[in-house]
């Protein structure tokens, strides 16, 4: 079993920065593939940035160049750094981790107002 604890979130004025924090645990193979995904109220689930065991990125379009994913393997943690934030980014965040299965940690409110 995996569990997947995340932190970070929090409400935040337009153009301001976040980053959010997932700490995995358990029983995790080498070869993985960590990620944060947000949803809304209405509609899919969608991936925002993931990054696998040998580092390659991919990001969504309407968040590249604002938001940077990296992880720590040592510490089975991943990040995601959110800068220039806008309303739009307003969701709940979900860690995943996939590697034979996918995994989800229980979600972190971002919002952003002024």
């Known amino acids: 079993q995996v569990q997947l604890v995340e932190s970070g979130g929090g409400l935040v004025q337009p153009g301001g920065s976040l980053r959010l924090s997932c700490a995995a645990s358990?029983?995790?193979?080498?070869?993985?593939?960590m990620g944060w995904y947000r949803q809304v109220p209405g509609k899919q689930r969608e991936l925002v940035a993931r990054?696998?065991?040998?580092?390659?990125?991919n990001y969504a379009d309407s968040v590249k160049g604002r938001f940077t994913i990296s992880r720590d393997s040592a510490k089975n943690t991943v990040y995601l750094q959110m800068n220039n934030l806008k309303p739009e980014d307003t969701a709940v965040y979900y860690c995943?981790?996939?590697?034979?299965?996918?995994?989800w940690g229980q979600g972190t409110q971002v919002t952003v107002s002024s």
């Open positions: 990054i696998t065991s040998g580092s390659s990125t």
């Open positions: 995943n981790l996939a590697n034979s299965r996918n995994y």
């Open positions: 358990g029983t995790i193979s080498r070869f993985n593939t």
